[in-house]
């Protein structure tokens, strides 16, 4: 089973969508900031999605997903925020980005946007 990566630098919200995917049978991994996400990528090659807050301390807006789209082409990645408009969500997908999800949103859509994610 390939990897998921969680990266959100609010503590709950990690542990929440971490749980839900543990609970679904993926193996999780998380990260609390746009650098923990690029050091856990350096050591773990199977990571398939990664679920990406918009706003961390330490990157600016959509930087480190168009950080991850050179550095790991294939891994497929959903942006989740609460601070979303239309024109954030079209830039996203327009730098890659698999799908957006608003926050909050229930845990199930977000396995199912997965289970997506791992065949697309």
Do not use: Y
């Amino acid at each position: 089973m390939p990897s998921i990566l969680i990266v959100d630098d609010e503590l709950l919200i990690r542990w929440a969508i971490s749980e839900t995917l543990g609970a679904a049978g993926f193996r999780v991994l998380e990260a609390g900031s746009a650098l923990e996400a690029l050091q856990v990528l350096e050591k773990e090659n199977d990571v398939a999605v990664v679920v990406l807050d918009l706003k961390l301390p330490d990157s600016c807006d959509l930087g480190l997903l168009r950080t991850l789209r050179q550095r790991v082409p294939p891994c497929q990645v959903i942006l989740i925020t609460a601070h979303g408009s239309a024109e954030i969500c079209e830039e996203a997908m327009r730098a890659g980005a698999f799908l957006t999800l608003s926050k909050p949103f229930d845990m199930h859509v977000i396995v199912e946007r997965i289970r997506e994610a791992l065949v697309a």
